[in-house]
């Protein structure tokens, strides 16, 4: 199901002025594909790079051309391991949220 403008434009706004929820989101992201869920883990993500650094910022700080990203977390996308952590280090230092491993 694609996502409309209102929805986008919903989060993008919330992400600017909370940053609780912005680092949730992100949060929520990489916890999602750590439980096996790459693909709603991938659409967050898409979701957290739109709202805040956009994929072109994105594109120049990993290296790694704009449309390859989007296609990365697009639906049918499959990113390598290389290409994730390069942008999840990317976002981590953009943001200035930290993510770590809990062992439970």
Known sequence: MALTRDFKDT???RVERDPEFRAALLTEAVEQ???GD???GKSVLRDYINATVGFERLARETGTP???LMRMFGPTGNPRAENLFAVISRLQKASGIRLG????
């Open 38 to 40: 790459l693909e709603t």
């Open 66 to 68: 704009a449309k390859s």
């Open 101 to 104: 491993a809990v062992v439970r």
């Open 33 to 35: 594909m750590l439980a």
């Open 11 to 13: 989060v993008k706004a």
